[in-house]
């Protein structure tokens, strides 16, 4: 837009100029000489009264202002001998009466009467300026009268045309109208468009004041007469009283909104709205007002209305205010133009090409230069609008990715970088949705020493610690079959979560984990390794605890409770891994009623032992029983592990140990009557170690039964004696050296501390079950196997192999040198009686071998 504008004003510029000094042939056109005569308002006299009146007196110009007179000028100008000669041009259009007379010889031989206050129709030839046609003459005796009375300024620019050549003239000037008002048009109609697309009253009020001054200029030369009321000369009259006030008017409250001048002058602001009331008030009085005065006091407002809007563009602009510049710069042109127009109308300037046209090219500059103010703010205001919409998707994408690091960091633990238990307990809940029958392991594992790390290191090392745990069980679970994937953050990949600072968790596929009973321990086992870090083994004492799904909880929070509660059991306590069960879970209502239960069955002997044999592998005998509590007459079954952590947590598992062990010498007994010498092994809790009276009653009772001394193994774990070892130390070494032997039971289940081991008063050592199970097929299983067999061997200790089902392991135990081994390969754990026929049936078929 801008560079098509620059290049119309270029135009503009040179056709004004070529019309300016455009050099007029001398045969086409004459500057009359003029007589003229002025007569008092009222005074009417005819044509021929005028021809014979001595009151001529000479004109020094072709182009007479008479300014603002109600008097009636007659002007007598000699038509030249001139055969080209054929036009009279009055280049004026406001002129309410103008009486055209043609005197041949000095008789009146034509007559026209014409003016504003006709209708244009009635005009000899249509134009907007006054053309008088008449025949050419030769004689040089011919004159032209002309009588004219006006309202406004009486302002009579006489040429002497040759038709042709006036058209060709005018045709110029023409275009050059035709240019000006495309531009004020073009720029009206473009601003228009802005406005309806913009809704910015600016624009509009550009468009209205664009639109007051085209119709001023309009009015001014005639074109508006000619073009838009020809038929109304009332309207013609009166048109200059109203586009005038309505013109500044507008253009005053567009400088004001173009200005912003309520926020950058609020004084100028009040002055302009003054002097719009002053202004609308002139349109209003105008109307009642007769011409002349009603115009000269339009006038009067304009020119102080168009100082002010000339000042208050530099004012601004000294200011520092942006797009004053434009605005004082456009308001220069069009003031200028305005002033030179109105001292013309005044009479102050003479009629030439700057005074006639200087308001139209005053205003063609200022509609220009606007317009360019116009659209560069449009442009700012869209510059401004896109920066302002980056800003806003900037700060819609920094708000974003916060958002997204938000629900990250919501979802991650900030120091081991692991989904947290916000984000551990939804993926367990989408699991447990998705495939509600599946059973899925919740894996707690918490750090039990890390306090004391901490105390031990400081924060900064036990957070370097913790984040090395972290990482290194995540890598361990990751080996787990069964493990399920906790998704992927920043390349990596999560099967640990961070429940909280010293907790992790993890779930699996339980049934395939089941059937991989020893990656499980091997994993329990790396879990529950001493982190290395800077060279010191540092033990975490890891303790895993596990929920199942669906049986232990349908919802990701009990199970994950569920599995808390397993891991702060004395079982995770003691053997590291624990599987949470509702007598177990001190926190169940159910339990309640089984501790109450329990206890009634201690007092009622509703509890029962039942023995599993143990055989020596060299001679083949059955040297041993092991006791196993059982609970009898139940509706719902309990285990043996159930019962004693039941008992442990409620303090039952004194009353309940001792009962074991004065049912065992009984069942001894009983054993002994029927022929069979065996041990008895009896299972002891940890928490009875911690008895004060422990050892004194034991040794009352073993006295008091002299038969049984030394008979009576008391089994304990290595694990559950790490949970107060020196205590437990002392215990077990005051009841060996009352001579009770110890045995190891559950070795290679946990973490293994020989040299804790080591100082144990121990007999025996019984490698747990989940060593033996796959013997024959693990040849890593059976390299731990045969070590720990050697390594006991050279330690002193017997070594007893649990849970051997197959002959094959027992062969193969049999041929690592193992002493003992238990199991259902043997018979599962009987009632005594059941013991006693299963004893007597073996002690047959031995015989039956030996004589058969
Ligand atoms: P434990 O001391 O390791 O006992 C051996 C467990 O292995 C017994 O489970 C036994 O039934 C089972 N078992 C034996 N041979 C096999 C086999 O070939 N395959 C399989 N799969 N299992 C076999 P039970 O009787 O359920 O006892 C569980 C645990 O409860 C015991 O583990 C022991 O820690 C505890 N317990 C049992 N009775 C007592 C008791 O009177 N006092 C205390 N303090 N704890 C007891
Ligand atoms: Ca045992
Ligand atoms: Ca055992």
Not at 203 to 227: C, D, H, P, R
Not at 700 to 719: C, D, K, N, W, Y
Request: glycine share 6%; net charge neutral.
């Amino acid at each position: 837009m801008t560079r098509f504008q620059r290049s119309r004003s270029l135009a503009v510029l040179t056709l004004l100029l070529s019309l300016a000094f455009s050099c007029r042939g001398a045969e086409t056109f004459r500057f009359p000489d003029v007589e003229f005569m002025r007569l008092a308002p009222g005074v009417q006299i005819s044509a021929e009264e005028a021809l014979t009146s001595s009151d001529w007196q000479p004109l020094e110009t072709s182009s007479p202002n008479f300014g603002y007179t109600l008097d009636t000028v007659w002007f007598r100008l000699n038509v030249p001998a001139d055969r080209q000669i054929d036009l009279l041009e009055i280049a004026y259009s406001q002129l309410d009466h103008v009486a055209f007379y043609v005197v041949d010889n000095g008789k009146l031989t034509e007559a026209i009467i014409t003016g504003d206050r006709y209708p244009f129709t009635q005009r000899p030839i249509l134009n907007r300026h006054f053309l008088f046609p008449f025949s050419p003459d030769t004689s040089g005796n011919r004159k032209i009268l002309l009588e004219i009375r006006t309202e406004g300024t009486l302002q009579v620019p006489m040429t002497l045309w040759n038709t042709q050549a006036f058209f060709e003239h005018a045709s110029v000037e023409e275009q050059l109208h035709a240019v000006y008002y495309g531009i004020l048009i073009s720029v009206i109609f473009f601003n228009l468009f802005v406005f309806l697309a913009l809704r910015e009253p600016v624009y509009l009020l550009y468009v209205l004041s664009t639109f007051g001054y085209l119709l001023i200029i309009g009015n001014m030369n005639g074109t508006a007469f000619q073009l838009i009321w020809p038929g109304s000369p009332e309207i013609q009259n009166r048109a200059m009283l109203f586009t005038v006030p309505l013109a500044v008017i507008f253009t005053l409250l567009f400088s004001r909104s173009f200005l912003r001048l309520k926020q950058t002058g609020p004084l100028l602001n009040r002055v302009v709205l003054g002097f719009v009331t002053l202004n609308a008030a002139m349109v209003v009085i105008t109307g009642i007002l007769e011409y002349s005065t009603a115009m000269r006091l339009i006038v009067a407002m304009a020119i102080p209305s168009t100082l002010l809007l000339t000042v208050i563009g530099p004012l601004q602009w000294f200011r520092g205010k942006p797009q004053a510049g434009y605005y004082t710069m456009a308001w220069g042109a069009l003031s200028l133009g305005s002033a030179i127009t109105a001292a013309n109308k005044y009479g102050l300037l003479p009629n030439n090409f700057i005074t006639t046209y200087g308001m139209e090219i005053g205003s063609a500059f200022e509609v220009i230069l606007l317009a360019l103010a116009l659209a560069a703010r449009l442009y700012q205001e869209r510059q401004d609008k896109v920066e302002a919409r980056e800003a806003e998707l900037a700060a819609m994408a920094a708000r974003r990715s916060a958002e997204l690091k938000l629900i990250e960091s919501a979802l991650h633990n900030p120091l081991t970088g692991l989904p947290n238990r916000a984000s551990f307990e939804m993926q367990v809940s989408d699991l447990i949705r998705q495939s509600p029958k599946t059973r899925h392991g919740i894996v707690v594992i918490h750090l039990n020493n890390l306090q004391s790390v901490t105390k031990t290191l400081g924060h900064q090392n036990s957070d370097r610690i913790l984040e090395l745990a972290s990482r290194n069980m995540n890598a361990i679970m990751r080996e787990l079959p069964g493990i399920i994937s906790l998704g992927q953050h920043n390349g990596r990949n999560f099967f640990l979560a961070s429940l909280d600072s010293e907790t992790f968790a993890c779930v699996v596929d339980a049934s395939v984990a089941e059937s991989a009973r020893r990656a499980v321990v091997h994993a329990v086992d790396a879990v529950r390794s001493p982190i290395d870090y800077l060279g010191m083994q540092v033990p975490l004492n890891a303790q895993v605890g596990v929920a199942i799904s669906p049986v232990n909880g349908t919802d990701s929070t009990s199970l994950i409770r569920r599995a808390v509660i397993a891991e702060g059991s004395d079982r995770a306590r003691e053997r590291g891994i624990a599987y949470y069960k509702p007598s177990r879970d001190s926190y169940s209502a159910g339990r309640l009623t089984m501790v109450s239960e329990l206890q009634q069955a201690l007092a009622n002997d509703g509890l029962k032992l039942h023995v599993q044999p143990k055989l020596d592998l060299k001679t083949g005998r059955i040297t041993g029983m092991e006791a196993l509590i059982r609970w009898p007459g139940r509706d719902q079954p309990v285990g043996a592990d159930e019962i004693i952590v039941l008992a442990e947590q409620t303090g039952l598992i004194k009353p309940l140990t001792r009962w074991v062990l004065e049912q065992s010498l009984q069942l001894r007994s009983c054993l002994l009557e029927t022929g069979h010498v065996v041990d008895l092994s009896v299972n002891i809790s940890p928490n009875n170690l911690r008895e004060p009276d422990f050892p004194l009653f034991v040794k009352r009772l073993m006295s008091a039964h002299p038969q049984h001394s030394g008979a009576i193994i008391f089994e304990v774990t290595e694990t559950s004696m790490m949970q107060d070892p020196v205590n437990a130390l002392k215990t077990l070494n005051s009841l060996a050296n009352a001579g009770i032997p110890v045995s190891i039971d559950d070795f290679g289940s946990g973490y293994s501390s020989l040299s804790y081991i080591k100082q144990l008063p121990a007999s025996e050592i019984k490698i747990d079950r989940s060593l033996i199970t796959d013997l024959a097929t693990r040849e890593e299983d059976r390299v731990i196997v045969q070590t720990t067999i050697d390594m006991c061997h050279s330690l002193g200790y017997l070594v007893v192999a649990e849970g051997v089902e197959h002959e094959v392991t027992a062969n193969m135990l049999k041929d690592m040198g193992c002493d003992m081994i238990q199991g259902y390969l043997l018979s599962r754990p009987l009632p005594l009686e059941d013991m006693l026929i299963w004893l007597a049936e073996r002690r047959k078929a031995a015989l039956q071998q030996v004589s058969g």
